[in-house]
């Protein structure tokens, strides 16, 4: 289930800044902040949006309004990762 929720921070995070963020890079912040990125917690993902995303994101040449990082961590908190996204349901349709 982390994963997933790493997929969903990843895509979150994507459409809030307007561009697609590299997966990878992502990635690699999570481990350098002692966050296993295939075991992710909901716990893990807003203490990381609410503290080290910001200072990734100006090292990245971007950056996120107020409004929109406190929408992200909304949208981050109510994500459960057992509930299939619509995304999902469309792919598995014959």
């Not at 929720?5 to 979150?12: G, T, V, Y």
């Not at 350098?32 to 090292?59: H, K, M, N, V, W």
Request: aromatic residues 8%.
């Amino acid at each position: 289930m982390g994963r997933r929720r790493f997929d969903n921070l990843h895509i979150e995070l994507s459409v809030a800044l307007g561009v697609a963020l590299p997966r990878f890079g992502l990635w690699m912040e999570l481990h350098e902040c002692d966050i296993d990125p295939e075991r992710l917690t909901r716990e893990e993902t807003i203490a990381f949006c609410d503290g080290p995303l910001q200072s990734y994101l100006r090292r990245c040449g971007l950056s996120l309004r107020r409004r929109a990082l406190r929408r992200l961590c909304r949208k981050v908190r109510k994500y459960d990762p057992d509930i299939a996204t619509p995304y999902e349901r469309f792919a598995a349709l014959p």
